[in-house]
């Protein structure tokens, strides 16, 4: 049988995100629809989650569906020593479809060899975010019309940011030019450098952000200096300011710029910042439930077509 669980966005072609984004977009016209009735989707968050636990719950009950599931791995049984795999077996027996979110980078691959049943990858590690992805393309085809040909700049976190990852792998289908601006600690991986070297995707490093770094972004991803990912808390407390973007330092950014971000923020954005045109981070996060919607209809089989109806 056919695994069309959502591991990564790297699997889908450019036809399959374009296809998702129109999807997106008819759920954006009207998001409750009654065409889950009678599937239950199991969230299984082994990390916090606020956005992508509640708009993947908020998207199954405009959809019509149930949802079981924790937020909490402590009050599972995992907490007694139980497997991961045996932990997804069980929840198979239940559930038509499970949304994982787990610590560990790959855990969401092995959920999906070993469940029966699809497995969308919420965030594994400091690896992959794709239905996170889904939702910044849509965010970015929104407010710039387009995919292609643009100057992404991503901000901060680069080491950890699964977000970041996944989007950098994402956009090699439409000719992007990344900036990645990080202190030393927090480059953006060798491993996500080549990937661009190999798909002929162009990229600047830059360890200054100032107004002169981010003159020609159209897009301005601003991650967190993630503190849970840290084995050294004093390296963290060292770095964990070291980019805050004020409103002061958007005067003479393109019209177009708009400002990302996957949220949580901590510092990273001054406040003054969230009254400003550009900044696009509480819309995003809107664009998630849409998003999240296409990308469980795909995965459960339903098609564009039947969404139409
Ligand atoms: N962007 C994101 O993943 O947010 P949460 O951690 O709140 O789900």
Request: glycine share 4%.
């Amino acid at each position: 049988m056919e695994n069309r669980s959502l591991v990564t966005i790297a699997e889908h072609s450019k036809e399959k995100i374009l296809y998702l984004l129109e999807m997106a977009k008819q759920f954006e016209k009207n998001p409750n629809r009654k065409i889950l009735d009678g599937k239950i989707v199991a969230t299984l968050f082994f990390e916090p989650s606020t956005r992508t636990r509640l708009s993947f719950e908020t998207a199954v009950n405009r959809l019509g569906g149930r949802i079981i599931g924790f937020s909490d791995a402590s009050t599972t049984s995992s907490s007694k020593g139980e497997t991961l795999k045996d932990t997804i077996m069980m929840v198979s027996n239940y559930a038509d479809l499970i949304v994982m979110r787990h610590y560990l980078e790959g855990a969401a691959r092995y959920a999906s060899e070993v469940a029966p049943i699809p497995i969308i990858n919420a965030g594994d590690g400091a690896n992959q975010h794709p239905s996170q992805t889904m939702l910044d393309l849509y965010s970015i085809l929104k407010t710039q019309g387009t995919l292609e040909n643009l100057n992404i700049f991503l901000v901060g976190d680069l080491k950890y940011g699964r977000t970041v990852h996944s989007l950098l792998m994402a956009m090699r289908h439409f000719n992007p030019t990344f900036h990645f601006i990080a202190p030393e600690e927090l480059k953006m991986p060798e491993e996500y450098k080549l990937y661009c070297e190999e798909n002929h995707i162009k990229y600047v490093e830059h360890t200054d952000f100032n107004e002169s770094t981010i003159a020609d972004a159209d897009i301005l991803y601003m991650t967190r200096v993630q503190r849970e990912r840290f084995t050294d808390l004093m390296e963290y407390e060292r770095i964990k300011n070291v980019y805050i973007l004020r409103n002061k330092m958007l005067e003479n950014t393109r019209p177009n710029l708009r400002i990302l971000h996957p949220l949580p923020r901590v510092n990273e954005i001054a406040y003054d910042v969230d009254n400003n045109e550009k900044a696009y981070y509480f819309q995003q996060a809107r664009n998630g439930l849409f998003a999240r919607q296409a990308i469980i209809c795909d995965v459960l089989g339903i098609t564009l077509e039947e969404i139409k109806c």
